[in-house]
């Protein structure tokens, strides 16, 4: 499993999984309730792959933080999204100890927490399979 096909859609909650392109849009399938929707082209959404975290001297890719929470944990759950402020930037600390405090702010760190927790049970960001994948992007490049 690979988090290249995971979206984020602004204004929905969760994560959704990319099914079918269509002419107007695409079809996604939400990973809480497996609910299809479909989504037009004009709708803010953003690919897991794509997304980044700011560290103090580069962008570290968010599958790679991905990887470091399911290290840390022994690819089980990470804490809940909802504790409070300086639990979640500390939890963050220990995962990334170089994050950018001043660009990565608490609600990300929510947000990573977040969706870490919703991918996790469904297999797709075990240490194996996150490694699988970082495989797969060097001999494509």
Not at 20 to 49: H, P, Y
Not at 102 to 117: A, E, F, G, H, Q
């Amino acid at each position: 499993m690979s988090i290249q096909k995971i979206l984020a859609i602004s204004g929905k909650p969760g994560l959704y999984e990319l099914k079918i392109q269509t002419r107007t849009g695409f079809v996604a399938e939400s990973l809480l309730d497996g609910k299809k929707i479909t989504v037009g082209m004009r709708s803010n959404v953003s690919l897991l792959s794509e997304i980044a975290v700011y560290t103090y001297s580069e962008e570290i890719r968010l599958a790679d933080v991905f990887k470091a929470i399911a290290t840390k944990e022994n690819d089980g759950a990470a804490i809940s999204h909802k504790e409070n402020d300086a639990t979640l930037k500390a939890y963050f600390r220990e995962v990334l100890p170089e994050f950018d405090e001043d660009r990565v702010y608490t609600s990300d760190i929510k947000k990573i927490v977040n969706w870490y927790n919703i991918l996790q049970p469904k297999g797709f960001v075990s240490v194996e399979a996150l490694s699988k994948e970082e495989e797969k992007e060097e001999t494509a490049e």
